[in-house]
């Protein structure tokens, strides 16, 4: 069973920087594409960003082009997600996600496993 656990939430403020961190266990972590999503309140979970199982393609949703950076580290079994010039519409529940054989994509019922989330507040 995949185990999937988030870190690094926490208050910023607009325009400052944060990193998430989500740990795999369980399964190979290398099969796995991975991915970010979002809840504010209120709102349905979107797409962030994703990375393929091969970590040669990455996805970003238009808003957070430029400005967040998905990665993944096999060898710490870790999918990392850097987060920069943040703005309050960035606020919400961020939540990682594994796919198996996952080449990274948007559609949340497409992954297999869900961490608890963390929360990142951004204030104005």
């Known amino acids: 069973q995949v185990q999937l656990v988030e870190f690094g939430g926490g208050l910023v403020q607009a325009g400052g920087s944060l990193t998430l961190s989500c740990e795999f266990s369980?399964?190979?972590?290398?099969?796995?594409?991975m991915g970010w999503f979002r809840q504010a309140p209120g709102k349905e979970r979107e797409f962030v960003a994703a990375i393929s199982w091969t970590g040669d393609g990455t996805y970003y949703t238009d808003s957070v082009k430029d400005r967040f950076t998905i990665s993944r580290d096999n060898a710490k079994n870790t999918v990392t997600l850097q987060m920069s010039s943040l703005k309050p519409e960035d606020t919400g529940v961020y939540y990682c996600?594994?796919?198996?054989?996952?080449?990274?994509?948007?559609?949340?019922?497409?992954?297999?496993?869900w961490g608890q989330g963390t929360q990142v507040t951004v204030s104005s």
């Open positions: 996600a594994a796919d198996y054989v996952g080449i990274g994509v948007r559609r949340a019922d497409l992954y297999d496993y």
């Open positions: 369980g399964r190979t972590f290398s099969r796995y594409g």
